[in-house]
Structures are given as structure tokens and as C-alpha cells.
Nanobody, 119 residues
Framework: QVQLVESGGGLVQAGGSLRLVCTAS???????MAWFRQVPGKEREFVAR????????YYTDSVKGRFTISRDNPKNTVYLQMTSLQPEDTAVYYC?????????????WGQGTQVTVSS
């Protein structure tokens, strides 16, 4: 069983930066990890994903060049470094884990952390 806990969210002005942290319980170093976000009333949106060795990353177009996903396997931790934040980045951000990088049905989810970007 894998449990995920996100942290690092908060309130930031447009143009600012935040780093989200997802800490996993259990041995997740062989798992793909991902970040999603959701705005109330909208579907959850994929943001970024990374394979177990950090050799493969994918990003949604709207965050390319601004967000960076990374992981530290010995610490069972995945990060989302967010820069040049914009009000449209405001959402609850969720961490997810699955054995399959290409899955559309991520098995494990965290509880989410709120990111609010003020204009």
C-alpha cells in the first residue's frame, strides 16, 4: 500500500514561485509519479509525470518551461518546482503514483494541496 502526502502549497503573487513536495510511504522508487491539478467545477487536469529513474518526463503544454518535476528516490519524494506562476495556475494540486508511466488510471492519490496565485 502506498500513501502520498502533499505539502508546499500556499498563496503567491503572479510571477512568483512555489515548490510542491509529495512524500510517499512505502517503497515507491519503482513507481511512476505525477502531479495533477483541479479547479472547483472542472475535471482534474494532468500537469506533469516522471518515470522511476527520472529519465522520462512529460508536461502539459501550459506549464512547459515553467514547471519542473523531479524525484529523490531514497527519500521517497517527488517535487514540482513551479515558477512564473499565473492566476490560472490556481488549483488544488494532487500527487499520484502508479507502476505504469503511461496509465490513464493512476492507482494512488494524495489528499491535495491548495495553490493560489493572486494577480
Amino acid at each position: 500500500q502506498v500513501q502520498l502526502v502533499e505539502s508546499g502549497g500556499g498563496l503567491v503573487q503572479a510571477g512568483g514561485s512555489l515548490r510542491l513536495v509529495c512524500t510517499a510511504s512505502g517503497r515507491t522508487f519503482t513507481y511512476a509519479m505525477a502531479w495533477f491539478r483541479q479547479v472547483p467545477g472542472k475535471e482534474r487536469e494532468f500537469v506533469a509525470r516522471i518515470n522511476w529513474s527520472s529519465s522520462i518526463t512529460y508536461y502539459t503544454d501550459s506549464v512547459k518551461g515553467r514547471f519542473t518535476i523531479s524525484r529523490d528516490n531514497p527519500k521517497n519524494t517527488v517535487y514540482l518546482q513551479m515558477t512564473s506562476l499565473q492566476p490560472e495556475d490556481t488549483a488544488v494540486y494532487y500527487c499520484a503514483a502508479d507502476r505504469n508511466l503511461g496509465t490513464d488510471n493512476w492507482r494512488y492519490w494524495g489528499q491535495g494541496t491548495q495553490v493560489t496565485v493572486s494577480s
